[in-house]
């Protein structure tokens, strides 16, 4: 039977970024090589990063990003692999428009291009704003095994390339994937990448990008899936892998170019079969992650690649003692160490006394920088001269702390982390221009009781390892307050975070309407009270900065409503 050895390279692209993309292929193609391998697959759009936006419609860049495919295909013969098939993803353009490609490089050659056909348009994406479909697959013949390729949305929907594939009778169907994280969406991949095997008929080799990109962060969650759906391999989620895989298929068709369906087949052949070798051992299945794993290793991939990849390499958060400002700063320790992050005291003269030894507890656990600048003197000044009183007041003091965090950003070159969470970004339960400052969110995504399920399961993680947990007990387990006046706590202002949440889940995520609110069980005054802060809220989230995105619908691209709105739900 014919044999093919495939690569998964499940790598860490950076948009825009040719240069390196370019030498992440050479190195992680040469790692194959190095593995015997005959094919190695990248994920999707891996030369230009994903997703690139508009610079898709910038023509400058498609001609350097075909450039440097070209480049590419030398580069590795140069390398000494140019026998090895490269499955690599980039921005094309031809008369018809922009496009989403992939090639495979072979000899120093782009030997076959194929353009995505279906392009997803919802949610985060806009691909039918970019690019123009395509309806050619190209089919390579790699040890006289034809070896068909699907670009990401293209497994997502019902008929077209896969069902095409399965008709023009290919032996192994290869996928390279931009799939961004959300929660529960592997429990989704690998029944769909099943279903699409059964349907080509073949194995499917399923490649995903791993890392973050603004908003966005891949898990990778690469597979390999049997012709009866199978699962013969799985990559681990959110570092960089490479997955080797052992075939031995029948093969043995004889086929010839020309039209299926609306599809238009050629057929490229590149080595005819090898000699038998042994097999690898069967790869192994790397069990996804549990939920809350999942989300905090998503917003550590998503933290540490929008700094450093945007040429951080320190961040500076104030650490109030309470629940959000403890989880941001683990996340960042995990990110980038313990020595990249800078924790600021800011008390002013409603602070309580645990607001500062929490903090300083968090700082003594594990070893941020931690510093105290009081800011009861700056708010005096602003008060005094601006005759402020009751909320003008409180919201002085977050400000004169979003001023003294950019102050330090300024001055130190760290990035400044926003510290607020989902439920506050809904309900607008902060200061816009005060403790909304920051360059970067690293939990705007997480609702306020997920913020604290995560901070219980990071300190039991610790625990588990014989690690001292980061997160001082006090500030998992006190009542939030915003402390900006005396004995303030934020249930003042809002409902009790666990009913406020559910009717988030429905009213945000589920974008559900009055009727479905009150199906669901919620009263009208909690349904008014919520709908009301969430409606009037809209231009503080347009201003809040970028944070990573781990749910179905994140505040963003995700869900975009008019800030001038006159809709009110019921
Ligand atoms: N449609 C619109 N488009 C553009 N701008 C608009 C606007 N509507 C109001 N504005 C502007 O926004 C201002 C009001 O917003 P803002 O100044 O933020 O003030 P505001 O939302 O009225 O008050 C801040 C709230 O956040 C709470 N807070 C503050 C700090 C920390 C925390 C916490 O625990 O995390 C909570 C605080 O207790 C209070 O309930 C208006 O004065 C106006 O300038
Ligand atoms: N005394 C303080 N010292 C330093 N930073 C503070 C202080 N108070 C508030 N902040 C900053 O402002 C953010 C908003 O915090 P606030 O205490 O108002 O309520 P919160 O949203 O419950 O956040 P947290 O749970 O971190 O306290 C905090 O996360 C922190 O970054
Ligand atoms: N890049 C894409 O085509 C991604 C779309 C796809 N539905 C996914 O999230 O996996």
């Known amino acids: 039977m014919p044999q093919i050895r495939i690569a998964l390279a499940q790598v860490n692209a950076t948009v825009g970024g040719l240069d390196g993309n370019a030498s992440l292929v050479v190195e992680w193609t040469r790692k194959a090589a190095e593995s015997g391998a005959h094919l190695v697959v990248f994920p999707e759009m891996v030369l230009t990063g994903y997703p690139v936006e508009d610079l ?4 400058s860049f498609a001609r350097a990003s075909r450039a440097a495919l070209e480049d590419l295909a030398v580069a590795l013969d140069s390398a000494g692999l140019g026998g090895v098939a490269a499955f690599v993803g980039y921005l094309d353009h031809d008369t018809a428009g922009p496009r989403n490609a992939a090639s495979v490089l072979h000899g120093g050659r782009v030997v076959a291009t194929q353009y995505k056909h279906h392009l997803p348009n919802y949610g985060v994406f806009d691909e039918r704003r970019y690019f123009k479909p395509g309806d050619e697959l190209d089919v390579v013949r790699i040890n006289g095994l034809e070896v068909g390729l699907v670009i990401c949305e293209d497994l997502w929907q019902d008929g077209g390339p896969i069902a095409a594939l399965g008709a023009a009778g290919v ?3 290869i996928s390279p994937n931009a799939s961004p994280y959300e929660r529960k969406k592997d429990d989704v991949r690998l029944p769909l990448v099943a279903s699409r095997a059964a349907e080509a008929g073949a194995p499917l080799a399923y490649c995903n990008l791993v890392g973050g990109q603004d908003e966005l962060v891949f898990d990778g969650d690469s597979m390999v899936v049997g012709a009866d759906g199978v699962l013969l391999a799985r990559a681990p989620q959110f570092v960089e892998h490479l997955l080797v895989m052992d075939f031995s298929l029948p093969g043995g068709g004889s086929y010839s170019s020309g039209a299926v369906g609306e599809f238009t087949v050629e057929r490229i052949a590149l080595s005819e079969a090898v000699p038998a070798y042994a097999p690898l051992p ?3 299945i790397f069990e996804p992650l549990s939920d809350e794993a999942e989300v905090w290793h998503a917003l550590v991939t998503g933290l540490r690649d929008y700094v450093r990849k945007n040429g951080f390499s320190s961040v500076v958060l104030g650490l109030s003692g309470g629940i959000d400002s403890a989880v941001v700063a683990a ?4 990110a980038l160490g313990a020595s990249a992050v800078h924790g600021v005291s800011m008390p002013s003269i409603y602070s309580s006394d645990h607001s500062r030894s929490d903090a300083y507890e968090m700082a003594q656990r594990t070893g941020l920088h931690y510093s105290v600048e009081p800011i009861a003197d700056m708010v005096s000044v602003f008060v005094s001269q601006l005759s402020l009183t009751g909320l003008a007041e409180e ?13 330090l950003s300024n001055q130190h070159g760290h990035l400044v982390l926003a510290t607020g969470n989902k439920t506050e970004l809904a309900v607008g339960y902060s200061t816009i221009y005060g403790d909304a400052v920051g360059g970067f969110a690293p939990i705007k995504d997480v609702l306020k009781t997920l913020v604290w399920d995560l901070a219980r399961w990071r300190n039991d993680e610790a625990f588990k390892r014989g690690e001292q947990p980061p997160i001082p007990e006090n500030s998992i387990v006190k009542p939030p307050s ?7 706590v934020d249930t003042d202002s809002l409902p009790d975070y666990a009913v406020l949440d559910d009717v988030l889940d429905d009213y945000v995520e589920g974008d559900r309407g009055y009727d479905d609110l009150i199906a669901a069980g919620f009263s009208p005054e909690l349904i008014d009270r919520v709908v009301g802060m969430v409606d009037r809220a809209e231009y503080k989230r347009r201003q809040y900065p970028p944070g990573t995105k781990i749910s179905a619908k ?9 800030i001038t709105n006159a809709w009110r739900e019921g």
């Open 331 to 334: 996340l960042a320790i995990d």
């Open 482 to 488: 915003a402390e900006l006046r005396p004995g303030q």
């Open 56 to 59: 898709a419609i910038r023509s």
């Open 554 to 562: 994140a505040f963003g691209r995700d869900r975009r409503l008019p």
């Open 171 to 173: 032996d192994l169907v």
């Open 282 to 284: 069967a790869p192994r």
């Open 395 to 407: 919201n002085i003091q977050a400000r004169c702390r979003g001023m003294t965090l950019m102050a």
